[in-house]
């Protein structure tokens, strides 16, 4: 399997850089008042909402490791994509919005 974008990316900057970042990275997914294997599937999550596919495959990868079941991948990314959509709704919300003021303007 081919190394990560972001890997090959950070692989290339100051070492500092990168292990602090790796560092950072395996703090906050550790496990702590969540489990690592919840914020797992809330990293699925997150990857497919901003639709990052080398995110979403690591991500999945990861949670699968931590014993997260393909019904809760799914899950999880359903809920994901259901607030994907309604932040689509609600930028689309704006052409209404702009209608509606441009039209007050006319009065």
């Known amino acids: 399997m081919r190394k ?3 890997d090959r990316f950070l692989d290339s900057v100051d070492t500092g ?3 602090a970042f ?3 990275a395996s703090m906050i997914l550790g496990d ?3 489990s690592a294997r919840e914020k797992a599937l809330i990293a699925l999550a997150c990857s497919v909402a ?3 596919e080398d995110c979403t ?3 999945m990868e990861q949670a699968r490791a931590l014993g997260a079941t393909r019904e ?5 990314a359903a809920v994901a994509s259901l607030i994907r959509m309604g932040s689509g709704l609600n930028t689309a919300a704006v052409i209404l919005e702009e209608m509606d003021d441009a039209a007050a ?3």
Do not use: W
């Not at 809760?72 to 999880?76: G, L, T």
């Open 4 to 6: 990560a974008r972001a």
């Open 17 to 19: 850089v990168s292990r």
């Open 22 to 24: 790796r560092s950072l």
């Open 32 to 34: 702590g008042a969540l």
């Open 50 to 52: 901003i639709r990052c």
């Open 57 to 59: 495959r690591r991500h």
């Open 72 to 76: 809760e991948m799914i899950e999880a």
């Open 105 to 107: 303007n006319q009065r």
